[in-house]
């Protein structure tokens, strides 16, 4: 039941308008005889719609209008007027009107009409709530979610809304990103991935948790599920997309997956090693076999020599990669003394058996100048402790930046202890 508030200064019109819109079983129909006792009325309950008339005495329909809009009220509002002037309808959809209409004409008719007025006022305005509140619902939830959320136009790309999980978790401002796509913030780390999304999108594909490297702006890549869905507002299509980051994630799995190739290798080259022959060889394959596990370019053993008081560091074993330049046969990488190579500040540290890391290039000398070693960017030193003392160290280098999880350093402890134990064995 529509509940409808008509005001009118002709009683007789209200009373004849009141029988045959309630006699249709839709409609439960109020009266009032001026514009001040309709807006009592509206003070005292509210109504789905109100019908007024345009010229009454003190005030008329556009001013009681004006005064329902600016007190707060979206009721709809139709103006029932024997008066067509066209000055008066613009004016009234102008404040705020829903619909118009010209009294006169076949009574049934006219009737038949208001009701279907009322009727599509009221179902607009319903509809324009449901809108309204469900926009809110998305705008709160859009600007609270702790996942990184973004809308952008769907014909161009270009950002029109970011939510503050996205500003966080990329490092850009909010005046950076609007108008601008992911491509022209370098977002994607692969950049070719960002057409082939467009196309998949484009050609309806729904677009759920594709794995992709997101660059924030400071450089840092992270792996995220990204996801994507049109909407439309109005005429205008929207894409709506978000990240689920998985770097963590991903980050463990290869941590699992690299401790296990190593205390694979390990496993595999124990029985060489320690029962071996030929400890040089064993040495040699059980560096290949690490140096594959861990994914590193270079995996060596450097062992004591010089003088007591003139204590040097020489390259006794080394594996490389295809296509990196080894080290041994070069002089520069040989004869460096002992403090340059970690020995003097970290001995405590791997005479304790610890693993000592080296993330920044560091500058090494041998005996014909400076080594090509300066250039690394990652190195995990493992210490070889035979009867107590250093005998040597294990180095994995890479010449990427990468984090050494504690599994896979763990591992490689493992790996020190195994060839420690088979040197201490060859000794006997």
Same mark, same amino acid.
């Given at each position: 039941?529509?509940?409808?508030?008509?005001?009118?200064?002709?009683?007789?019109?209200?009373?004849?308008?009141?029988?045959?819109?309630?006699?249709?079983? #839709?409609?439960?129909?109020?009266?009032?005889?001026?514009?001040?006792?309709?807006?009592?009325?509206?003070?005292? /309950?509210?109504?789905?719609?109100?019908? @007024?008339?345009?010229?009454?005495?003190?005030?008329?329909?556009?001013?009681?209008?004006?005064?329902?809009?600016?007190?707060?009220?979206?009721?709809?509002?139709?103006?029932?007027?024997? %008066?067509?002037?066209?000055?008066?309808?613009?004016?009234?959809?102008?404040?705020?009107?829903?619909?118009?209409?010209?009294?006169?004409?076949?009574?049934?008719?006219?009737? $038949?009409?208001?009701?279907?007025?009322?009727?599509?006022?009221?179902?607009?305005?319903?509809?324009?709530?449901?809108?309204?509140?469900?926009?809110?619902?998305?705008?709160?939830?859009?600007?609270?979610?702790?996942?990184?959320?973004?809308?952008?136009?769907?014909?161009?790309?270009?950002?029109?809304?970011?939510?503050?999980?996205?500003?966080?978790?990329?490092?850009?401002?909010?005046?950076?990103?609007?108008?601008?796509?992911?491509?022209?913030?370098?977002?994607?780390?692969?950049?070719?991935?960002?057409?082939?999304?467009?196309?998949?999108?484009?050609?309806?594909?729904?677009?759920?948790?594709?794995?992709?490297?997101?660059?924030?702006?400071?450089?840092?890549?992270?792996?995220?599920?990204?996801?994507?869905?049109?909407?439309?507002?109005?005429?205008?299509?929207?894409?709506?997309?978000?990240?689920?980051?998985?770097?963590?994630?991903?980050?463990?799995?290869?941590?699992?997956? $690299? %401790?296990?190739?190593? #205390?694979?290798?390990?496993?595999?080259?124990?029985?060489?090693?320690?029962?071996?022959?030929?400890?040089?060889?064993?040495?040699?394959?059980?560096?290949?076999?690490?140096?594959?596990?861990?994914?590193?370019?270079?995996?060596?053993?450097?062992?004591?020599?010089? $003088?007591?008081?003139?204590?040097?560091?020489?390259?006794?074993?080394?594996?490389?990669?295809?296509?990196?330049?080894?080290?041994?046969?070069?002089?520069?990488?040989?004869?460096?003394?002992?403090?340059?190579?970690?020995?003097?500040?970290?001995?405590?540290?791997?005479?304790?058996?610890?693993?000592?890391?080296?993330?920044?290039?560091?500058?090494? $000398?041998?005996?014909?100048?400076?080594?090509?070693?300066?250039?690394?960017?990652?190195?995990?030193?493992?210490?070889?402790?035979?009867?107590?003392?250093?005998?040597?160290?294990?180095?994995?280098?890479?010449?990427?930046?990468?984090?050494?999880?504690?599994?896979?350093?763990?591992?490689? /402890?493992?790996?020190?202890?195994?060839?420690? @134990?088979?040197?201490? %064995?060859?000794?006997?």
């Amino acid at each position: 039941m529509i509940s409808v508030l008509y005001v009118d200064d002709e009683e007789s019109l209200l009373d004849l308008t009141k029988i045959f819109l309630e006699k249709t079983g #839709l409609f439960q129909i109020e009266t009032a005889i001026s514009p001040l006792d309709a807006l009592k009325r509206l003070e005292e /309950k509210s109504f789905d719609a109100l019908i @007024s008339d345009y010229e009454m005495p003190v005030m008329n329909g556009l001013e009681l209008l004006k005064r329902v809009r600016s007190g707060g009220k979206n009721i709809p509002f139709i103006i029932f007027t024997g %008066r067509g002037r066209e000055e008066v309808v613009i004016k009234a959809f102008d404040l705020g009107a829903d619909s118009y209409m010209q009294k006169g004409g076949a009574t049934i008719a006219q009737f $038949t009409e208001l009701a279907h007025k009322i009727k599509q006022a009221v179902q607009s305005r319903q509809a324009d709530l449901a809108m309204r509140s469900s926009e809110e619902k998305f705008s709160k939830v859009f600007a609270l979610s702790p996942i990184p959320m973004a809308i952008s136009e769907y014909a161009s790309h270009r950002f029109v809304d970011v939510n503050e999980e996205f500003l966080e978790c990329s490092g850009f401002r909010r005046e950076e990103v609007i108008g601008r796509t992911a491509l022209d913030l370098g977002l994607f780390g692969d950049p070719s991935i960002y057409d082939r999304l467009n196309a998949a999108i484009e050609g309806g594909e729904k677009i759920r948790n594709v794995e992709i490297e997101i660059v924030e702006k400071n450089g840092v890549r992270g792996n995220k599920l990204f996801s994507a869905g049109v909407f439309r507002m109005g005429d205008e299509a929207f894409l709506l997309t978000f990240t689920i980051d998985i770097t963590d994630r991903k980050q463990s799995e290869l941590e699992i997956r $690299t %401790r296990d190739a190593i #205390l694979q290798a390990i496993a595999v080259s124990a029985g060489s090693l320690l029962g071996a022959r030929d400890i040089d060889r064993a040495i040699s394959e059980t560096l290949e076999s690490l140096g594959s596990a861990v994914g590193v370019d270079r995996v060596y053993i450097y062992t004591r020599s010089g $003088t007591p008081d003139r204590p040097l560091a020489k390259i006794a074993y080394e594996w490389v990669k295809e296509g990196v330049e080894p080290w041994i046969d070069n002089p520069r990488c040989n004869l460096i003394p002992y403090r340059e190579m970690g020995f003097g500040e970290n001995a405590r540290l791997l005479r304790n058996g610890e693993i000592v890391i080296y993330s920044e290039g560091i500058s090494l $000398t041998g005996t014909s100048g400076e080594t090509p070693a300066k250039e690394r960017c990652n190195a995990a030193i493992v210490p070889i402790l035979v009867r107590n003392e250093i005998w040597g160290i294990i180095g994995f280098e890479t010449p990427v930046r990468r984090e050494w999880l504690p599994g896979v350093l763990d591992a490689l /402890k493992t790996s020190g202890v195994l060839i420690s @134990s088979a040197i201490e %064995r060859s000794m006997r």
